[in-house]
Every structure is written in C-alpha cells, then in structure tokens.
C-alpha cells in the first residue's frame, strides 16, 4: 500500500479482500487486515488456503483512513497445484521358468520374485504389498501365499508348488503407498516337467539241448538280458517272469522268473522229449525302468 501524493504520508486502517475461489476449493483465514509500516513498507496480509488443483483469484480494497482516499487493487491469481505419486513398474520372474518333478516325486517348488520400480524418481524406493493371481492351468499349482511385503531393495517372493507337468501363469499387483502409483506385471510363465523311467528292452536268447542215448532229458540256461535304452550305463534291477510254450518238448522251467543282476539273470530250461517251444521273458520294471517284453526265444530237444 502506497500514498500516490505524499510517498512519506504512510496509510493507516483496514484492507478488505475479496476472493473468487475458482476450482482451488480455498478459503482466507480472514477477509481484513490492518495496515502496518516497516521500514517504509506499509502492508498488511492474510493466508490463502486451498484444497484442490486449480486457479482462482483475490482482490483488495483499502477503505482510506483521515488523510487517505481508498482504492482497489487488480486481481492477483491464484494457482494451487497438486504434487502426484510417482508412477510405478512392476515386473515378475519365475526362477528358471518352472519346476520338474523328481522321478518318484510327488511335486516340485520355484521361486517367483517381483519387483517394483519407481518410474518417475528412480532412487525412492516403492514399500508396501504385492498381490499375486496364479492361473494354474495343467500344473495342479498353488501358491504359498497370495501376498508379500516389499524388502527394501524393492522386491519380494513367492513359492511356487507345482503337482502335475503342464503350464500355468502368475502376474502380480502393486498397491502403491503414499509416494508411489498402483501397476500391474505382465504375465510370467511357469512350466512343470516330470522326470519320467527309463525305457528298456528284454531279450531271452534260443536254447536248446540234447537228450543223450538212454538218458531220459536234457538242460539248458535261458538267459533273459535287460538294458536301458533310455540311459546306457543305468542298469536295471528287479525281476523277470519267464513264459514257457513247451510245445513238443515236454519242457520245464526250473523256476518262473529271476532277479538281474548285472542287467541278466537266468532259469534252466529241461526238455524231456524231442521238438520245439519257446519262452518269453517280461521285465516288470522297477523305481526308474519301465517294463519291457522280451520276443520268444526258441528252444529245441
């Protein structure tokens, strides 16, 4: 405030403002002040308060005062601006895309970190929780929880427990806090394999033997070979049953199956008529073989 005749005739009294809010949502904490002089300056104020982004204006009208006309001031605008959270990226990894399930498991486990970035200031560090939606598909999988917490470096885990071989899916959802915007990850993948047996093939060699003059039979080893044709050097163990078609031979088998040893094992094989039959041998697998089945091997008297 100023005296526009006699610069050193300072104005005393009342100043009365008048404010149009516009979309500020504000308010003064009074319509009046009294005039004051300090070092020359004659003034006086009074505090604006506003609630939402936007513009507005005040205006001031001093009444005079004995020695002094009034006058009215032009509109000062006023403009509140609104500070946002800083934008966020969330992003999730499932730890070598998935799981196998050991042979003779049951069920296999992966981690699935996520990880949340500040995209407008990267050195403030997103806190708060994470939420994850597994879609299970043909995993029969399951989550060990639905949540996590943020460390702070950013990122939390999860584990994944997967039943069955196949694929599913995981995305995760940041909630914000109070310096930080809501986002959501893509879709990470995550794949369950089984460790399956072993194939393996049987075979059961021809036999034969000699019923010699006067004697009244015969024997002979049959021999019954597995091997793993899956992985060489993992031999097969447990059992072979043996199948005997005696045919003409009046045949026997000492015994109707055998435990290998070495990936073989054998039966004796006595005839007790001249001709013809065969035996077949079937491997009835064990914890990393399947099974196989021999071809019928000949055996002559």
């Given at each position: 405030m100023a005296d526009t005749?006699?610069?050193?005739?300072?104005?005393?009294g009342t100043v009365t403002f008048t404010l149009t809010a516009g979309s500020t949502g504000g308010s003064l904490i009074s319509d009046t002040c009294t005039l004051s002089?300090?070092?020359?300056?004659?003034?006086?104020?009074?505090?604006?308060?506003?609630?939402?982004?936007?513009?507005?204006s005040v205006t001031a009208s001093y009444g005079g005062d004995s020695t002094h006309n009034g006058s009215?001031?032009?509109?000062?605008?006023?403009?509140?601006?609104v500070t946002g959270k800083d934008d966020t990226s969330t992003s999730i990894t499932v730890a070598n895309g998935g799981c196998n399930i050991a042979l003779g498991g049951t069920s296999c486990?992966?981690?699935?970190?996520?990880?949340?970035?500040d995209t407008t200031t990267p050195l403030n560090t997103p806190?708060?929780?994470?939420?994850?939606?597994?879609t299970a598909g043909t995993t029969g999988g399951s989550l060990s929880s639905v949540t996590c917490t943020l460390d702070p470096s950013g990122s939390c885990f999860v584990t994944f427990t997967g039943t069955t071989a196949g694929t599913g899916s995981i995305s995760a959802s940041y909630g914000g806090d109070t310096g930080h915007n809501v986002s959501l990850s893509s879709v990470a993948i995550v794949t369950v394999t089984v460790t399956g047996k072993d194939d393996t093939?049987?075979?059961?060699?021809?036999?034969?033997?000699?019923?010699?003059?006067?004697?009244?039979s015969c024997t002979a080893t049959v021999t019954a070979t597995v091997t793993d044709t899956t992985t060489a050097?993992?031999?097969?163990?447990?059992t072979v049953t043996f199948t005997l078609a005696a045919g003409t031979t009046g045949g026997s088998?000492?015994?109707?199956?055998?435990?290998?040893?070495?990936?073989?094992?054998?039966?004796?094989?006595?005839g007790t008529t001249a001709g013809s039959g065969s035996v077949t041998g079937a491997y009835g697998g064990d914890t990393t073989h399947n099974g196989s089945a021999s071809a019928a091997g000949v055996g002559r008297v």
């Open positions: 005749t006699t610069p050193s005739n300072s104005p005393t002089t300090a070092s020359g300056v004659t003034s006086c104020s009074v505090t604006f308060t506003g609630t939402t982004a936007g513009s507005g009215t001031s032009s509109a000062a605008a006023i403009t509140v601006t486990t992966t981690a699935g970190t996520v990880t949340v970035t806190t708060g929780m994470v939420s994850f939606t597994l093939s049987t075979v059961v060699g021809d036999v034969s033997c000699n019923v010699a003059l006067g004697a009244t050097s993992n031999n097969p163990t447990g088998l000492s015994a109707n199956g055998c435990t290998l040893s070495a990936g073989s094992c054998s039966v004796t094989f006595t």
